[in-house]
């Protein structure tokens, strides 16, 4: 199958197999991917979840060089995608119990594969609904960060299968004042809240006007120390930005999630480069992470560029995919259906990585902390040289 019922592509991968020889295909997914990956051996009762609730299901082992005085560091990651459930004219708690429900299947599945770590989409509780710069009803899917609903969920799952779970959720924080962030919580292997990572970078294009709802977040670059390894969250925009990266690697992350929405139209040519090469310049693995599917909308809205006003994004494209420091990755997930993807890493691979590349040793801090110094002077000139003659 190429192209699903609602004539979108299955997936790039699928595509491929489909038209290109198979004596020619190893090398072409060699350029595209880096070196071939082993698959991951899926339990048959992780299977039999994914083929009764309807969802994909795929595993890759990520493997590091063996060393003679350091034992492997095996780390099993696990990335969801998912559509949502409910028409978006459904009651709050319908839309979001729906969506309750079939998490709760796919973190089973992940369980079942042994997952360590997992994260969720970038408010995955709810559908996407900042396009519509609205604020009735969508503003009652936010909560509170530690008490609401969705932690509480992720505290009983966390517990239940000793996996670190990072949930992307709206906040609602009543200390300050009721304001809303885009926020990621990250529960701990044993249930306890660990803390939160909020939105650094906020887009104002297209369809995508978020600061109607929240703004910049406050967070910095928060890392994670859990017991499967140092993690950090990169929400959705933030990838477009190198510097975000950036410090979450000098703070020592060795995974950076980045839970995203983002559509086709905008942002899919960009999709496969930016996470994967996040990992290359800062010898972690990163996590890519879309939804599924086309959300409607009650009520049109425009985008701001003179075209007819619409009731929905665009199509989520999914696509979700996990890269490695030494610059290879996973195929990515499919453009329309839910899935659960599962990586077996060894996070030796990143001091190897360092090792091998020196990126962070030639990195030269210094010479960029002084120069952004200057650059946000209000006196600032750049220095640029003009030819005279």
Known sequence: MIFSMSGELFSLENCLEKHIPEHELKEVKRILYGRELNPFDIPVAAEKVAQDHDFELKGYCIEAAEEQLT????????????????PTTAPIAAQRDAIFKKIKCMTEAASLCGVNVLC?????????????????????????????????????LARKYNMVIVSPILER???????????????????????????????????????????????????????FGRIAINICYGRHHPQNWMMYGVNGAE???????????????????EARNAAIANSYFTCAINRVGTETFPNEFTSADGKPAHKDFGHFYGSSYIAAPDGSRTPGLSR??????????????????????????????????????????PDYKPNIVTDMC
């Open 71 to 86: 034992p492997k560091r095996i780390v099993r990651i696990g990335l969801i995608q998912n559509s949502i459930v409910e």
């Open 120 to 156: 969720y989409q970038e408010a995955w509780n709810m559908p996407f609904a900042f396009c519509t710069r609205e604020k009735l009803p969508w503003c009652e899917f936010a909560e509170d960060a530690e008490t609401g609903p969705t932690t509480l969920l992720c505290q009983e």
């Open 173 to 227: 924080d009543s200390v300050h004042g009721d304001t809303l962030w885009n926020t990621a919580v990250v529960i701990s292997n044993n249930g306890y809240f660990l803390g939160k990572s909020r939105k650094n970078h906020i887009p104002r294009v297209g369809d995508f006007n978020e600061s109607t709802y929240y703004m910049e977040g406050d967070t910095g670059h928060v890392v994670f120390q859990t017991k």
């Open 255 to 273: 995974i950076v999630f980045n839970p995203s929405a983002t559509v086709g139209a905008l942002s899919e040519p960009l999709w496969g480069i």
């Open 336 to 377: 329309t259906r839910d899935g659960l993807l599962v990586a077996e890493v060894d996070l030796n691979l990143c001091r190897q990585a360092k090792d091998r590349w020196g990126f962070r040793m030639t990195q030269r801090l210094e010479l960029y902390a002084d120069s952004l110094k200057a650059a946000v002077e």
